[in-house]
Every structure is written in C-alpha cells, then in structure tokens.
C-alpha cells in the first residue's frame, strides 16, 4: 500500500532522510520512532506531498506522488503533529472545505460529519469558530476531516499529542477499527507505550538513516534484548548508532 | 528597574538579532525603499508647509493667526493621531501579545511586566508620528527666525506630549477591557477610530478647501478665524503644547516655562495615575482577554447561505475556497476596516467628479471632458492597483500557517491559484467597471469614450490581480501575524511599482493613437489610414502586455510555490 523507495531529503548539506526504503502493507500500522530531529516528520511531509524528496519515490495504492500528486492525496488522509487550521471558520464549515476538496457529496458529507463531529466529542462546538477552540479540539477537528473521505492511507505525525486520555483511548480503538477494515496507518510518535500497543510494525529513525524495523520482537532480537520493553530497545538501538 | 529592563531585553535582543534571520533577503531593498518614501514624504512636507507659512507671513493682518490655526490644528491631529495609536498598540502589548503567558509565568510582580509593556507601546506608538512631525516644528523655527530656545522647549516638550497621549489611551484600554473581551476592544476602538477618520476626511472633503484659493471666498473664512483666535480649551494637552510653541516662537521665555511646567506636571502625575489603576485593573481584564467569546449569532447546522446559490452550482474545490475565503473575511474585523476605507476613498473619488469646475475652464469643454476620462482610466487603475496591494497581495500569505491544508489536499497549487485569483478578479472588476462608468457619466464623455475606459478596465483588472496574486505568491509570508502589513515587504513594494508601471504603459500606448483619432473628429475629419494602423498597433500591444500580466506572474507564483515544497 505504502512503498517508499531511496527516498532521501537534503536541507542545504544535512540529509534530513536518508535512502529510506520501505514497504508497508495494506490494514498495517506502522510506527516511526526515533529521537527529536531524527527525521520523523520531513518523512512524512514526503509521504503527505506537502514536501517533496531530494530523490527517490513515494508510491502510496500504486500511484505516484511524484508524478500524480493530486491522485495519490486523494488516498490519504494527513494529519499533520500542529493543528494549524482556518480560525475564522467553524468546525462543521471545515469539514464542509474538507469534503468539498475531497469531492464528497452533500448527503454523504453530513452523514460522515455528524458521526465524526460525535465520535470526536466535538458536536456541541460544531458551530463555534476554530479560534475558540483548545489545542486538544484541533487535534481531534483535523483527525475528523482527514477521515472524511474515508482515506485508504493514513499518516499522522504525533497523533496523541495535546489529547486528553479519553481522546488517546479513543484514537487507538478507531486505528485498531481502520486497520481492520483494510486502512493503512503510517504513525510517527515519541509515545513509545502508544507504538507498542498499536503498531504492527515499527521502524526506528536516527539522524536520517533507518537503523532497524520489524515486529517488537524482531527489534528486541536486534537490539539484543531478552526481556524489557520498546523503550530499552530504542535506547539501545540509538545509542549503538551513536557510538558507532 | 532591573528587572524591566530585562522584560525589554529580548525585544532589543530581536532588534539587534534581525540580520540573522531567514527573511533578511531583500531587507537592505526594503528599507532603502522605505527610507526613499519617508525621506520624499518628509522633505514634501516641509517644503509644502515652509510654502505656506511663508505665504502667510505675506499676510500682514491675519499672517499669524492663519499660522498659529494652523499649529493648533496640526497639534491636534499629532495629538489624535498618538492616541489612536497608543490604543492599538497598548492592546496588543498588555492583552494579546503571545509572549504574554510565558512573561506572567516568570517571577515579576505584575506592576513591573506592566512597567515594560508600556514603555514599550509608548515608544512604539509615538516614534512615528514624532519623526513626521518634525518638518512642522523646523518649518515654524526656520520661518519664524527663533533660535536655540524653540528648538529646545520643542525637544524638552514632546516627550510629556507623547506620555500623556500614551496614559490616556492606556487607561481608557484598561477600563475598556475590564468589561469586554480585549479581541472585540480592538475590532471597535479600529472601527470607531477609522469611523471618525473617515468622517473628517469626508467633511474636509465636502468643505472643498480649494475654495479658498479665491480671494471673494476667503474674507468670511478670515473673519471666522478671527473670531476663533482666542477660542483654545485650556484642559487640552494640545493648548499647553500650543502655548509652548507659540510663547517660544515670540521670545516669551515665562510663558513657554509656564506652560511646559503644566506639561510635565501633568504627565508625571499621569504615570502615577496609570500605574496605580493598571495595580487595581490590569490583571483582572488580562484574565477576561484569556476568554475567546462565543459567537454571537450562531448559525444552524450544516446550513449556510454560502451553501445556496450560485454556490452550489460551483465545482467542489473552487466552492471550498470561495466560501472559506468569504467567510474568513467577513469574520475578521481588521477587514471592516479596511473596507470603509476602501468606500471612503470610492466616495471621495466619484465626488470629486461631481464637482470639477468644468465650465469655468478655458479649454474646450469635450476637449477637456475626454482628456479627463483618459486620465480617469489610469486613476481607477491606481485605485483597483491599491486596493488590490491590500487584499490581493497577502491572499496567498493569509493561509498562514494552515497552508499545510493547501498543500496535503487533491488539487494542484495552479488550481488553488487561479481560484483565488476568480474569487477577487470578480468584484474588483465590477467595482472598477462601476467607478469608470460612474465618473464617465459624470464627466459626460463620448460614446467613443465610454467604450475604451470600459474595455481598457476589463482588459487591466485580470493582469494588476494576477500581479498581486502572483508576486504575493512569490514573497509569501506565512508566519505574519497581520498579512495586511505585508503589502509594506519587499514583494508589496515590487508589486506597486509594477502594477504602476503596467498602468502607465497601457495608458502611454493608447493615449496616442486615441488622442489622433479624437482631434480628427473635433476637426471634423475622418481618422487617415496611418491613424487606424497606429490605433490597431497600439492596441495590439495593449492586449499582449495585459495577457503577459495575467499570466506571467502565476506562473511564476506557482514555480514559486512548487519549488517552497523542497525546502
């Protein structure tokens, strides 16, 4: 479903990404660790085509983002680590510009916003504008409209952030529920109990490079682990490649 | 006062740091530019008011008083001028700074957080204004022939001057915000103040101050002002300032001391005052700026009026820009104000129309008609070229930090483009049709006319948006807290000078074959076969360079956009 190939990110002389392959299947949720400045999020940026790659591809269902961009965001639903979204608009007017972008029509849209909006807590705020709205309800706002179209892709930078633990409850179960259905989830997180929890998979970033992937298990083996958990093998793992 | 300075410290620290910035490309330009504009500002003024008080030291009889009106008028507009601003800023400074949390957080009494940010807004608030009234105060010392005292009672006096326009704005804020949340104090001090701007400029306008210039109009306007000779308020912070200037520029050393002590003392007393109150007020309208009010007027679910017609006949993503880019504006009441700025300067446009003393000019009448509808094409550009530097250019900036959505969304930055350039081309062609067609009927041109002002309009309006869409793409600023203020970058300047120089062009291409075509018929004689071929030419061109303008800057707006992606 997601396949990223050689996909590489310079910033002036500092590669941000470096020669990240990686193939993620359909109804998978992988989680993508690693330290602060590791190259999490320019990662994802690639993969939501809000920022395109020195080199290499991103291929989400088979289309390229490169070559079609506008058919490959289509399949995906982005949610970005800050919730910067239109304050002067309300939040069932956003979900209107989200739908309307996405070509959703009207009987659909309301159907979909009205069990988001409830599902999100966020009903009752429906009609207030976004600016009144705690950095928690943004979050949960921009998880409801990337939803919306019912996206074969998902990828969320920090997904927990700034949610209350009713909300990070509430966001695990509708991942379990989306991959279920068939939904690929591609997540970065600092929450290492959160990527234990959920993910499938998991891969771990350092300084660009990718320096292990695979199930809990199969890291633990790397990192040489008998017992403990994701956090003693991401420790391990990064201060390796930091020695090294 | 240790630890005031220290509040103040990172605002000087970011002064001194701004050459570090990512944004300092084309900073040196900018301010060259700047520095041209308000140099030649500067330099107008004071040749226009050493003019004038020259013009009325002629006047024997009532020279002074005319000068000292003057002064005094002058005094109150700085006067008005620093209280308005004063308003603003200490809003912004004391209510909806975003620093604010983090400075409240730290262990600083209030009183002294309080100190800095008004140190801070005064400065703020009044440097412009005393730099811009300079010329007038070295006009008065230079035609008045004063000496080293004047210029020293100026110098010594403007600092209490600017304090008390400062306390006093910044205790009517305090009071204010005690009962109204500090967002909605600034939407109605913005719109009471541009009101009441408005108002004087249109009744200044009404008054039709070119009247004066005849001498029959100018004897009761003399005797009016000498019946106000003596009419000052002598409760005005402007009065005792006037008093100052006025005994220093005479030689009355006792008086100006006289004068300047009643200054001081009551701006000293002020800061008492000030500090005292914002002890009793300030945290208490501080805690209700913290609280976003709800909306007034909530509208039902999932029905809007955007949702009607012609919107919904539109395709999905051009319907999800046009309704976000209406609704965001009408929300944000810095837009208010802008707008009746906008029908301000429309009104005083069409009126000054309606009174152009056309009969009274020796030149033929239709000679003089046409020639003014010719002209009148290249003033409704500037005017469509200004409106459009203020709401056009920042269009791309103002999806600030949201542009994210933009870019993760299904459609190509060309389409995002070109929708916006749809959502403004519309009414800013219609508002610039009407103002041609409008001052055309009063001018009572000729058919021929009409038709070239219209046609030349349509064809201007999609290249002078498409430059402020396309350049407001190519130097986006997405971190601006207001984009309005974008249109003084970089990008803002480059575009009024290419929009001024699409405008010229257009009109120095057609006006000559027009102006051929035009004396032929006054002298009864068909337009020759070289004048169809000039007028054909010209034309021609005409509609290349607009082409060029339309399309050229998206293009480059776009690449501009598609190459931000990597970085």
Redesign the interface.
Known sequence: MIQLTNLTKWFGDVAAVHQLTLSISEGEIFGFIGPNGAGKTTTLRMMGGVLSPTEGSVIIDGIPMGEKPEEAKRKIGYIPDRPFLYEKLTGTEFLRFTADLYGIEDGLFREKSEELLKRFSLWDWANELIESYSHGMKQRLIISAALLHDPRVIVVDEPMVGLDPAGIRMVKDLFRNLSRGGTTIFMSTHTLAVAEDLCHRIGIIHKGHLIATGTIEELMHQARVQEGDLEEVFLILTEEKQTL | MKDVLTLLKPRFLSFKNRGFSKTRKGRGLRVLLLSTIGLAFWGGTFVILYRVLTYFQRMESFGDILAYKLLSMALITFFSLLIFSSILTSLSKLYLSKDLALVHSMPVSRGKIFLARWMESTLDSSWMVLIFSLPLFLSYGIVYKTGVFYYTMVGLNLFPFCLMASSISVLAVMLVALFLPAGRVRGVFVLLGLLLLLLLVIVFRLIRPEKFVNPESLTPFVFYLRTMDSSHSSWLPTTWFFDILRASLTGAAKDAFFHSALSWSFAISLIFITTWASGVVYFKGLSKAQV????LF??R??K?PMEGFPFRFLP??V???T??EI??FL??QTQWSQIFLVVALIVIYLYNFSVLPLGQSSIRIAYLQNVLSFLNIALAAFVLAAVSARFVFPAVSQE???F??V??????IRTFLWIKFFVYFLPLLILSEVLIVVTNLLLHVTPFMMVLSVLTIFFMVPGIVSMGLGLGAIYPDFQAENPAQSVTSLGGLIYMTLSVGFILAVIALEAGPVYSVFMSGIRRVGPKGFQWLWLVGSFTVVLILCLMALMIPMRLGEKKI?QS???
Request: proline share 11%; glycine share 6%.
């Open positions: 976003v009010p709800r909306r909530t509208p679910r999932f809007s999905g993503p319907r999800a820009f309704t976000k609704k965001a929300r944000d600030g930090e949201a994210w959505i870019r993760s969304s299904p459609i190509s598609m992606l990597s970085s």
